[in-house]
């Protein structure tokens, strides 16, 4: 294992702190007039995704963490578990519900995932910016019938529900920002 001293901290180092891995956010190193060095660390916790800040002497020294990050992709799931598989050497991966969350509803067969491995297990899973899903599910929705910019909620395949806009029907297919859950455009 390869060791760092806080004052060689830098944004996006993974580390093992307190028994746990951590990505360094932000570190400042203050060289005070009287008394010893000592830096000022932001973490996010990557088991939880919480913040922290600590305060660390200059002289402290933590292990970098074994984290690796692949692309997975996703196979089908199970009541308590999704499986993916890695493109090149066909490993396959089971990823608990806990990990995965309400991720769940971006999840399309054969879609590539980002996965986040602390020694070899996963801890973190990021699915794709963007995914193309039908809509099972949504109201007709009238011309004129708005008091603002016009939309209607729809069901997906998947199980997720979103805004959509009113010319949008059932059967269609349409793109889909994960991270902000919002309708792009309609799939020709």
């Known amino acids: 294992?390869?060791?760092?001293?806080?004052?060689?901290?830098?944004?996006?180092?993974?580390?093992?702190?307190?028994?746990?891995?951590y990505t360094i956010e932000s570190s400042q190193f203050v060289k005070p007039g009287k008394g010893q060095a000592f830096v000022r660390v932001k973490m996010r916790r990557l088991l939880s995704g919480s913040r922290i800040e600590k305060t660390l002497k200059a002289t402290e020294s933590v292990e970098s963490?074994?984290?690796?990050?692949?692309?997975?992709?996703?196979l089908y799931a199970d009541q308590s578990s999704f499986y993916f598989l890695h493109p090149k050497n066909f490993e396959q991966y089971c990823i608990p519900e806990e990990i995965v969350g309400d991720k769940y509803k971006w999840l399309l067969k054969n879609t590539e995932c980002i996965v986040t491995l602390w020694n070899d297990i996963p801890i973190h899973l990021v699915p794709p910016k963007f995914v193309e899903i039908e809509i099972i599910?949504?109201?007709?929705?009238?011309?004129?019938?708005?008091?603002?910019?016009?939309?209607?909620?729809?069901?997906?395949?998947?199980?997720a529900r979103i805004k959509v806009p009113l010319f949008i029907q059932i059967g269609e297919i349409i793109k889909v920002d994960t991270r902000s859950h919002s309708y792009i455009s309609r799939v020709k």
């Open 1 to 21: 294992m390869v060791t760092y001293y806080s004052n060689d901290f830098r944004p996006g180092l993974k580390i093992i702190f307190e028994g746990e891995p």
């Open 137 to 159: 599910d949504t109201n007709p929705g009238l011309r004129g019938d708005t008091s603002s910019a016009g939309s209607k909620t729809a069901t997906l395949s998947t199980g």
């Open 65 to 74: 963490a074994n984290i690796i990050e692949t692309n997975l992709t996703y």
